[in-house]
């Protein structure tokens, strides 16, 4: 059976022209980049190549780029760097403000930063999934020393109106952080004075969202941002990560970042984000169009081109997931299982779905290796799959033959 993948935000395929890129610095060029060798200075030029080139599709400074091991640690590094500074003797503690919408990585790093004595704020979003400016002014405080709203969400694509967030965190003097992990290679970022992100201070970016490996990623720092590290050890990056550089996944980095850009400017007509977007609207018309009772979570907002989260009334997303995965399509539920129980996505609930509705939600995030077949496919999958769950399920209104038989 051949597969079909729709789960890019979990993970996106590996392109080919990234991993031959990287492939020769796991095994001709293998050196240490602080090592003052011949296969060192090759591993530190290809480290600096690389971050040359990912500050110019970014329009900042290559000194503004720390590579990290992902998104996750991306993060934390920007809540953690930013609030582990000291306090004058006598000043209270930070506060932080980010949003009840963002992924794990900031929520959770946001709580443990709460037990430390930082006071932190959860922003609320409206019914389509957008953080309002208006509630951020009014949250500000005196001691505000960061904010943190993600670029795109994970679960729903719902894009955050970030200049307008950032320059009113900016008129107050505190710190813009960003998760971009899912607008990273669907959305280009200009961080110059003159750029749509010239406020934001910090920004994340995850190499496993945009068709580079897994363990890869970035945090940009503005260069006038005091940032206390996570790890103790060596000076790599400027003090900011110590730990030996993964030489290879920069590299495949460096060229992800290379062909976003490419594929985001010279939007081709048969393989670009206009293309992206048109498979995108079709699953969601098709589906809408065969099966009632569902809709398109957070459809009134700005969205990533890839992603679509739909609820199924009287469904279970995790038996529609499993249905699915056995017939060959990939596809992801919105909700965490913890502790045994499954939980309904708070994304969807922030949203004011009902938990019935968000645990009947599932998302589809396409690559820019999905076809138009699949689609196809995936439309005939669909249907079928909830038709045979809702004939299960104990609140579905059945047609009358089906009901008594
Ligand atoms: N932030 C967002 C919005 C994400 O979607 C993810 C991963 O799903 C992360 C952070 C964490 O990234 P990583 O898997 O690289 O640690």
Redesign the pocket.
Known sequence: MQRIYMDA??TTPLLPAVFEAMRPFWIEHFGNASSIHQQGQYARAAVDHARESIAKTFHCRASEIVFTS????S?NLAIFGVLNQPRPAGAGPFHLITTSVE?H?ILHAAQSIAKQGVEVTFLPCDARGIVDPGPLAAAIRPNTKLVSI?LAN?ETGVIQPIAPLASITHAAGALFHT?A??GAGKLAMDLSAHGDLKDVDLL?I?G??MYAPQGT?ILFVRRSVRLAPLFHGGSHERQRRAGTENVAGIVALGKAFELAHQWLTEDAPTDGPTHLAHLRDRLEQGILAQIEECGINGAGAPRVSNTTNIYFDHVEAEALVIALDLKGLSISGGSACQSGATEPSHVLTSMGLSPARARASVRLSLSRLTTEAEIDTALTLIPAAVAHLRELSPTYNKPAALASA
């Open positions: 935000n979990a992902g998104g996750t640690e993060d992924h990585a993600m994970n998760d992990v899912q994340s995850s496993h969202k990623g």
